[in-house]
């Protein structure tokens, strides 16, 4: 590594640890001048205050079950779409993992209308409600376990099962199931497992709108996040934000090792196949694929009707009739709620903003622990795990981590930095970026760069013609990835930009959603802001299913 | 592996990008007005409107989530400046904010609101009669129930706070929690005056154990309480309804605004019970370090007959003008009551006391009978 190279290392980690660390570091600070530092009073603070009491068994349970119907839901379709043949493979493939890059709250548009009283109307009890919870979970991360559990599938040498099937111990399915499937499968089932299980145990927007009286730690925090921080007012509530935080720092950061000791069993490498080779035609496989499609598209396609359905209220009786009316209020905007257009814009602003931050300093992070690991340097097992710190960080721990950091830095600039929200999104995205560069990197092929070296072509001309060509694929699912993420981040904007004017899409759904009821057009207007969103989403997710490298099927 | 070239343009990207978002960020002007407020139904866009043409002013929304929420805001920006005017601190949260030094004097004349020059029923100026705080709305507390349920026969109506804790009322009652709701802090209070007025001040933390291990619904909102929970209101039109309670706090003119919505019809009632409604008031304030001149403007015009006399209709609360009432049509003003003998508690003992109520209220129910 040159100096060059060395000062622009040196410099990425510093801008990193300051966007990230410190805002987070500085929150935490205030919180314990509140509160004090006593971990086992935080935690005990949750059950001793009526508004967190039973969270931390609620979010356990639900994200307990929620895992296990994921996997009973998503394994058949996983098998079914790996082991056999199916016409337009990539369309279905997008079309059943589309969910994961929906935002969630969308989800929640969606899974309300569905059991609301103008649809199945099975809202009617506490059981219900966490059912709904459960099933949502379910559609969210179905995509986790086809992502895993697919290109597995789908690649396994036939070979192996054929020979099972001469021995004694592979004659049945079931035998067969034990002694091939399971070994196999049982590392990328655990690894999507563990996934599922953190996006569950950390579910805000869904929480916050399918149950009702039950809340996540993640709900929590943030319910009471407005008055944490503060010295002689309302203190509980920075004893909950830090017992909560405290909790889902460590289970975020016992997952993310056993996800990492699992992708190393999942590296194992099989005999593996073509899958022209490997799958043939069932046509019996559609009795999966097609309730799964109708479970996946369902809530997509009732927030897309909802928007255009509305109520009509006359002599006590109910009547709909399809209408814009709901998207005219969208557009239309209020004193109380922006119009569309101004989410939209503030939206794309603050993407575009994260990418232009989150992108290069995702890139040069990642090129730093190549060079170090070129080098065998511990270093870069060192600074690999501190970039995926955020991961270990719920979204409304960073939300509140920027928002009370920033606000001992400089009170004002909490409320009047419109860009606040970025902050944020960056911290959010940068493991992200560098989860996709990194392999990236490390399968680039060394001796291109070095032959153009010897014909003397030019550091810059070597990366234009030779390096961004062939890593194109993933800078673009990491450009895709970021401005998704971006545009779809719901937790950590509720918290920082939810009290200002720089409204994002999530943020708009959220509060015409929360209007009183009464107005007809509560829900055709959160519904066509939510119809935007998804719409954009489902664009950038194509184009990254485009783009995907094959071999990196079981990535996001 | 070399990279210094894309390297330096994308540190250039990272060290443009806070200068370009520098140069957008905005600075608040003498011609604007920035208010804080929640969901009052009362600053409409065409009221608004009005005012910026008339005074040449901008006005800027900052919208929380409720009454406790833009308390939090203002004592967390507390000295800040960013905030010109507070819309919607009501006097279980006024009393903090005055305490915290958070407000601003401002010379209006309230001679026009009603409890200075009369005796009234519902003295706006009752809670509090100063200069840091002008109310712009007002109304009673107090339980509502579903009449078609509630009828005597299927279930016996409420004479006491105690009938609530028995199993007949098992999971049925929804009430809006204090720690998250001004309605639900209004009327923990009226419960303490409640056991204070039986002479047994145990009795608070009692029932309210007893009605948490009765099942009671509590809500983190007066909205899903009374839209999501209760079978008597307008929520049975909507979404998210679940309709399991058929008693809940609202206010003493819910059934009135119900009937006013339904062309002279409601099966909502409120129940009058002795001591259990508490008269909130909301309350317009100039901030401390904010454009005071401004504010001062829209808290005039906030409380100008042409404003405040439509409070019934575009807030659905009280005028707090002097001689205003309900209107009559469609059975508002019938369907309203306004409380035999309300709860009393000085806005003085609620600043002094109000965290320690609240802390007895939340021992009282994390712990079982």
């Given at each position: 590594m040159?100096?060059?190279?060395?000062?622009?290392?040196?410099?990425a980690?510093?801008i990193?640890?300051?966007?990230?660390?410190?805002?987070?570091?500085?929150?935490?600070?205030?919180?314990?001048?509140?509160?004090?530092?006593?971990?086992?009073?935080?935690?005990q603070?949750?059950?001793?205050?009526?508004?967190?009491?039973?969270?931390?068994?609620?979010?356990?349970v639900?994200?307990?079950?929620?895992?296990?119907?994921?996997?009973?839901?998503?394994?058949?379709?996983?098998?079914?779409?790996?082991r056999?043949?199916?016409?337009?493979?990539?369309?279905?493939?997008?079309?059943?993992?589309?969910?994961?890059?929906?935002?969630?709250?969308?989800?929640?548009?969606?899974?309300?209308?569905?059991?609301?009283?103008?649809?199945?109307?099975?809202?009617?009890?506490?059981?219900?409600?966490?059912?709904?919870?459960?099933?949502s979970?379910?559609?969210?991360?179905?995509?986790?376990?086809?992502?895993?559990?697919?290109?597995v599938?789908?690649?396994?040498?036939?070979n192996?099962e054929?020979?099972?099937?001469?021995?004694?111990?592979?004659?049945?399915?079931?035998?067969?199931?034990?002694?091939?499937?399971?070994?196999?499968?049982?590392?990328?089932?655990?690894?999507?497992?563990?996934?599922?299980?953190?996006f569950?145990?950390?579910?805000f927007?869904?929480?916050?709108?399918?149950?009702?009286?039950?809340?996540?730690?993640?709900?929590?925090?943030?319910?009471?996040?407005?008055?944490?921080?503060?010295?002689?007012?309302?203190?509980?509530?920075?004893?909950?934000?830090?017992?909560?935080?405290?909790?889902?720092?460590?289970?975020?950061?016992?997952?993310?090792?056993?996800?990492?000791?699992?992708?190393?069993?999942?590296?194992?490498?099989?005999q593996?196949?073509?899958?022209?080779?490997?799958?043939?035609?069932?046509?019996?496989?559609?009795?999966?694929?097609?309730?799964?499609?109708?479970?996946?598209?369902?809530?997509?396609?009732?927030?897309?009707?909802?928007?255009?359905?509305?109520?009509?209220?006359?002599?006590?009786s109910?009547?709909?009739?399809?209408?814009?009316?709901?998207?005219?209020?969208?557009?239309?905007?209020?004193?109380?709620?922006?119009?569309?257009?101004?989410?939209?814009?503030?939206?794309?602003?603050?993407?575009?903003?994260?990418?232009?931050?989150?992108?290069?300093?995702?890139?040069?992070?990642?090129?730093?622990?190549?060079?170090?690991?070129?080098?065998?340097?511990?270093?870069?097992?060192?600074?690999?795990?501190?970039?995926?710190?955020?991961?270990?960080?719920?979204?409304?721990?960073?939300?509140?981590?920027?928002?009370?950091?920033i606000?001992k830095?400089?009170?004002?600039?909490?409320?009047?930095?419109?860009?606040?929200?970025?902050?944020?999104?960056?911290?959010?995205?940068?493991?992200?970026?560098?989860?996709?560069?990194?392999?990236?990197?490390?399968?680039?092929?060394?001796?291109?760069?070095?032959?153009?070296?010897?014909?003397?072509?030019?550091?810059?001309?070597?990366?234009f013609?030779?390096?961004?060509?062939?890593?194109?694929?993933?800078?673009?699912?990491?450009?895709?990835?970021?401005?998704?993420?971006?545009l779809?981040?719901?937790?950590?904007?509720?918290?920082?930009?939810?009290?200002?004017?720089?409204?994002?899409?999530?943020?708009?759904?959220?509060?015409?959603?929360?209007?009183?009821?009464?107005?007809?057009?509560?829900?055709?207007?959160?519904?066509?802001?939510?119809?935007v969103?998804?719409?954009?989403?489902?664009?950038?997710?194509?184009?990254?299913?485009?783009?995907?490298?094959?071999?990196?099927?079981?990535?996001? | 592996?070399?990279?210094?070239?894309?390297?330096?343009?994308?540190?250039?990207?990272?060290?443009?990008?806070?200068?370009?978002?520098g140069?957008?960020?905005?600075?608040?002007?003498?011609?604007?007005?920035?208010i804080?407020?929640?969901?009052?139904?009362?600053?409409?866009?065409?009221m608004?409107?009005?005012?910026?043409?008339?005074?040449?002013?901008?006005?800027?929304?900052?919208?929380?989530?409720?009454?406790?929420?833009?308390?939090?805001?203002?004592?967390?920006?507390?000295?800040?400046?960013?905030?010109?005017?507070?819309?919607?601190?009501?006097?279980?949260?006024?009393?903090?904010?005055?305490?915290?030094?958070?407000l601003?004097?401002?010379?209006?004349?309230?001679?026009?609101?009603?409890?200075?020059?009369?005796?009234?029923?519902?003295?706006?100026?009752?809670?509090?009669?100063?200069?840091?705080?002008?109310?712009?709305?007002?109304?009673?507390?107090?339980?509502?129930?579903?009449?078609?349920?509630?009828?005597?026969?299927?279930f016996?109506?409420?004479?006491?706070?105690?009938?609530?804790?028995?199993?007949?009322?098992?999971?049925?009652?929804?009430?809006?929690?204090?720690?998250?709701?001004?309605?639900?802090?209004?009327?923990?209070?009226?419960?303490?005056?409640?056991?204070?007025?039986?002479?047994?001040?145990?009795?608070?933390?009692?029932?309210w154990?007893?009605?948490?291990?009765?099942?009671?619904?509590?809500?983190?909102?007066?909205?899903?309480?009374y839209e999501?929970?209760?079978?008597?209101?307008?929520?049975?039109?909507?979404?998210?309804?679940?309709g399991?309670?058929?008693?809940?706090?609202?206010?003493?003119?819910?059934?009135?605004?119900?009937?006013?919505?339904?062309?002279?019809?409601?099966k909502?009632?409120?129940?009058?019970?002795?001591?259990t409604?508490?008269?909130?008031?909301?309350?317009?304030?100039?901030?401390?370090?904010?454009?005071?001149?401004?504010?001062?403007?829209?808290?005039e015009?906030?409380?100008?007959?042409?404003?405040?006399?439509?409070?019934?209709?575009?807030?659905?609360?009280?005028?707090?003008?002097e001689?205003?009432?309900?209107?009559?049509?469609?059975?508002?003003?019938?369907?309203?009551?306004?409380?035999s003998?309300?709860?009393?508690?000085?806005?003085?003992?609620?600043?002094k006391?109000?965290?320690?109520?609240?802390?007895?209220?939340?021992e009282?129910?994390?712990?079982?009978?």
């Amino acid at each position: 590594m040159n100096n060059t190279q060395k000062f622009f290392s040196i410099l990425a980690v510093f801008i990193y640890s300051a966007i990230t660390i410190i805002p987070i570091v500085f929150a935490i600070d205030r919180l314990i001048l509140v509160s004090g530092f006593n971990p086992i009073l935080w935690i005990q603070s949750l059950d001793q205050n009526y508004v967190s009491q039973n969270s931390i068994t609620f979010t356990f349970v639900q994200a307990f079950f929620s895992t296990i119907l994921t996997v009973l839901i998503g394994f058949p379709v996983a098998w079914v779409l790996g082991r056999y043949s199916w016409p337009f493979k990539a369309f279905l493939r997008s079309i059943l993992t589309l969910p994961f890059v929906i935002p969630a709250i969308i989800a929640a548009m969606g899974f309300l209308t569905i059991t609301g009283p103008y649809g199945l109307d099975v809202r009617t009890d506490e059981s219900t409600w966490w059912w709904t919870l459960i099933f949502s979970h379910a559609w969210f991360n179905i995509a986790l376990i086809i992502r895993f559990c697919e290109p597995v599938l789908s690649t396994l040498n036939p070979n192996f099962e054929e020979q099972l099937l001469l021995l004694p111990n592979g004659i049945t399915f079931f035998s067969r199931l034990k002694n091939l499937w399971i070994p196999i499968l049982t590392p990328s089932i655990a690894a999507a497992s563990c996934m599922t299980f953190v996006f569950s145990f950390t579910s805000f927007a869904l929480v916050k709108w399918i149950t009702v009286r039950d809340k996540t730690l993640e709900s929590t925090m943030a319910e009471v996040s407005s008055s944490a921080g503060i010295q002689g007012y309302m203190e509980s509530s920075s004893d909950i934000v830090l017992g909560a935080s405290f909790i889902q720092f460590l289970v975020l950061l016992a997952s993310l090792w056993l996800m990492s000791f699992l992708q190393q069993r999942r590296q194992t490498k099989w005999q593996q196949a073509s899958e022209l080779f490997v799958q043939n035609k069932n046509a019996k496989g559609w009795f999966v694929l097609v309730p799964a499609i109708f479970f996946v598209q369902l809530p997509i396609i009732s927030v897309i009707l909802g928007s255009f359905r509305v109520r009509d209220v006359s002599e006590n009786s109910i009547s709909f009739k399809w209408s814009t009316e709901g998207w005219y209020e969208a557009f239309q905007g209020s004193y109380s709620f922006p119009p569309l257009s101004e989410a939209l814009f503030n939206s794309l602003i603050y993407s575009f903003g994260t990418l232009i931050i989150a992108l290069p300093l995702g890139y040069i992070l990642a090129s730093t622990i190549h060079q170090l690991e070129e080098n065998n340097s511990n270093l870069s097992r060192i600074l690999e795990i501190y970039t995926m710190l955020p991961f270990a960080l719920s979204a409304a721990m960073i939300g509140l981590g920027v928002m009370l950091g920033i606000i001992k830095l400089n009170p004002s600039a909490a409320y009047d930095f419109r860009f606040l929200p970025v902050l944020a999104h960056v911290i959010i995205t940068v493991p992200f970026v560098v989860r996709i560069i990194l392999p990236a990197l490390r399968s680039f092929d060394l001796s291109y760069d070095e032959n153009a070296k010897v014909l003397g072509m030019s550091n810059f001309s070597r990366f234009f013609k030779i390096k961004l060509p062939l890593m194109k694929g993933s800078i673009l699912v990491a450009t895709v990835f970021t401005l998704a993420m971006s545009l779809g981040e719901f937790g950590a904007s509720f918290i920082v930009a939810r009290n200002s004017e720089w409204i994002t899409l999530p943020l708009l759904i959220d509060s015409l959603r929360g209007k009183p009821m009464k107005d007809p057009l509560t829900v055709p207007s959160s519904n066509a802001v939510a119809t935007v969103l998804m719409l954009i989403t489902m664009i950038l997710f194509l184009i990254v299913e485009k783009f995907r490298n094959t071999k990196d099927r079981g990535m996001f | 592996m070399n990279f210094p070239h894309f390297s330096k343009l994308m540190v250039a990207c990272l060290i443009l990008f806070p200068s370009f978002t520098g140069c957008i960020s905005e600075d608040k002007s003498d011609n604007e007005l920035v208010i804080l407020t929640y969901d009052v139904n009362a600053l409409s866009d065409s009221m608004i409107s009005k005012f910026e043409n008339s005074t040449g002013l901008e006005v800027k929304m900052i919208k929380v989530e409720d009454s406790g929420s833009i308390l939090s805001y203002l004592i967390q920006n507390k000295g800040v400046g960013n905030v010109d005017l507070a819309i919607g601190l009501d006097n279980t949260y006024l009393p903090t904010a005055i305490e915290l030094d958070l407000l601003e004097e401002v010379s209006i004349v309230q001679d026009s609101i009603s409890g200075r020059n009369s005796s009234s029923q519902m003295p706006a100026l009752g809670p509090y009669d100063g200069n840091l705080a002008t109310p712009f709305d007002m109304g009673f507390i107090c339980l509502n129930y579903d009449s078609s349920i509630v009828d005597g026969l299927n279930f016996t109506i409420p004479t006491s706070l105690w009938n609530l804790t028995e199993p007949e009322w098992k999971g049925k009652v929804a009430l809006p929690s204090p720690i998250t709701s001004s309605p639900g802090r209004g009327f923990m209070l009226a419960t303490l005056d409640y056991f204070d007025w039986q002479n047994n001040d145990d009795d608070f933390s009692n029932w309210w154990t007893a009605m948490k291990d009765n099942d009671a619904i509590i809500t983190s909102g007066w909205s899903e309480a009374y839209e999501t929970h209760y079978t008597g209101g307008y929520g049975e039109y909507t979404e998210g309804y679940i309709g399991d309670a058929h008693i809940t706090v609202s206010y003493c003119h819910s059934p009135g605004v119900e009937s006013w919505y339904n062309g002279n019809w409601t099966k909502s009632a409120s129940l009058d019970i002795d001591k259990t409604a508490f008269f909130q008031v909301e309350y317009a304030s100039a901030i401390k370090g904010g454009n005071s001149e401004n504010a001062e403007k829209f808290i005039e015009y906030l409380i100008s007959s042409e404003v405040n006399s439509q409070m019934p209709v575009e807030n659905l609360m009280y005028s707090v003008l002097e001689g205003q009432n309900l209107p009559e049509e469609n059975g508002y003003r019938f369907n309203s009551i306004i409380p035999s003998n309300p709860a009393v508690i000085s806005n003085v003992d609620i600043g002094k006391n109000m965290e320690i109520w609240l802390e007895e209220w939340n021992e009282a129910m994390i712990k079982s009978e």
